[in-house]
């Protein structure tokens, strides 16, 4: 009965292995077909599609189970699940706060896709998420802040790092935070040969901590996932499946189940800088832009409908419009004619009249013409007469005569002045500046006369003293 029992379950065990070596050696869609058996396949609402493992337990974490191996490309992941040879060597892993661990997947080959941290005690390792990005002349960025959370690294003494169950000595979970803030960061990604190399913390060190030698070993390229069977003995080469560029890009996935999400991810997919989805962008733009060029046709025939039917009701409109300019001129040229003819009529008349009466007409003009001349000569009359009356005499005073005399010149000359006449004003002028000057007369002869006399009597005077002496 054992003997039955042990056959059965190698039957069984063989049935089950090539079952899952035939989607993973179909040629076109790689990822899907191999990748499907052990998980789903999710499209976000964003319109990238990721993967996610079928596991129940809620403490798994990728980069868990499996083995660190010291090669000529760096530190390598061997990993001990089905999926491994993929998830672990291509594409992102991230977080979800509705999935969980999702693996967004990608073209890249590496050893393993992994961040370090470590100090004189432990060493830690995580996943780098799907916002990271390798470059030749960079290395390893990101395409925003992004700080990988405490609780997704993996810890463990440097004595337990190449042990061949490293998860049964991670650091627990309450410890991790005081790890982690006395550990120091370091990602040390390089290329060479065609190929990305991991070398992360460094070998010597590692040696040095946990006082172990650590070898060398050989990776050997493997590019049909059935020589994995064999794979990796304790000192032997370590077998890897690199897949061509080409036909992973091949997205012929008829016979996969992809689910469509209507939930939200925290998966912020326009910071991605993976080329894979750079592609799949590439191919939805490609197609939107075909649906809207197939859209624009139809619009444009639409529009070349509407056109016609728009340039044959717009000649109806003009014909109607030139059938009613054609009326609208006949009546015109109607209306005009009639005009014309009242007017010539009108014409005639006055030209009657001008030839009967010419005689008045001159007759007329020349009386205007005369009065004309009349009324210039009276303006012209009249300017001179307010001319002279504007006219004021101002005579011109060198002698200044006494007190006495100037104040009654000046009070006479004010009241001359007050007059509403200017005719009679300008005569009372005139016999002011007479009088004005016969008393100027008289107050010289007067002056002349006594400076005379004064003068005698001081000629005297000086004749009585000298004959007094």
Not at 68 to 83: K, L, M, N
Not at 162 to 183: E, G, S, W
């Amino acid at each position: 009965m054992k003997k039955l029992m042990l056959i059965v379950f190698v039957i069984a065990a063989s049935f089950t292995l090539r079952l899952n070596a035939e989607p993973a050696a179909r040629v076109g869609g790689f990822f899907y077909s191999s990748l499907s058996p052990h998980g789903t396949w999710i499209e976000l609402n964003t319109g990238v599609t990721v993967w996610r493992p079928r596991i129940i337990r809620n403490d798994w974490s990728p980069y868990m189970e499996g083995q660190w191996i010291w090669t000529d490309d760096g530190w390598y992941w061997d990993s001990y699940e089905p999926f491994g040879q993929i998830v672990y060597h291509y594409g992102r892993w991230y977080y979800d706060d509705y999935y969980g661990w999702i693996w967004v997947p990608d073209y890249e080959w590496s050893p393993a896709w992994v961040e370090w941290r470590y100090d004189n005690d432990y060493i830690g390792w995580a996943p780098l998420s799907p916002y990271a990005s390798f470059s030749i002349s960079f290395g390893i960025h990101f395409s925003n802040h992004w700080v990988t959370h405490y609780h997704h690294w993996n810890f463990v003494r440097f004595n337990y790092f190449c042990d061949p169950y490293p998860y049964r000595h991670f650091a627990p979970h309450n410890i991790k935070y005081r790890i982690y803030n006395h550990t120091v960061y370091r990602t040390n990604y390089n290329y060479s040969n065609g190929r990305i190399r991991n070398y992360g913390v460094d070998v010597d060190y590692v040696r040095v901590r946990s006082k172990q030698d650590i070898k060398v070993r050989n990776l050997q390229v493997v590019r049909d996932p059935n020589d994995l069977r064999n794979n990796n003995g304790r000192n032997g080469d370590v077998r890897t499946l690199i897949v061509d560029r080409d036909e992973l890009r091949k997205e012929n996935f008829k016979d996969v189940e992809v689910t469509k999400s209507k939930e939200r991810t925290s998966l912020e997919t326009s910071k991605i800088e993976l080329s894979s989805v750079k592609d799949r962008t590439i191919l939805k733009e490609n197609k939107d832009r075909n649906t809207e060029v197939t859209l624009n046709k139809e619009r444009e025939q639409k529009v070349d409908v509407k056109e016609n039917r728009n340039l044959d009701t717009k000649k109806n409109q003009v014909k109607v419009n030139e059938d009613k300019s054609i009326l609208k001129n006949k009546n015109d040229r109607s209306s005009n004619e009639s005009v014309n003819k009242n007017y010539s009529k009108e014409n005639v008349k006055i030209d009657k009249s001008r030839t009967e009466n010419p005689v008045k007409i001159e007759k007329n003009t020349s009386e205007n013409l005369q009065l004309r001349k009349d009324v210039s000569k009276n303006t012209s009359k009249n300017y001179e007469q307010k001319k002279q009356n504007e006219v004021t005499y101002q005579p011109k005073v060198n002698y200044q005569p006494k007190k006495d005399v100037k104040v009654n010149t000046q009070t006479q000359y004010k009241k001359e002045n007050t007059s509403n006449n200017r005719t009679q004003s300008f005569d009372k002028n005139k016999t002011n500046t007479t009088k004005f000057n016969t008393q100027k007369n008289n107050t010289q002869k007067t002056y002349t006369q006594k400076t005379q006399v004064t003068s005698n009597n001081r000629n005297n005077t000086t004749k009585q003293d000298r004959n007094k002496r």
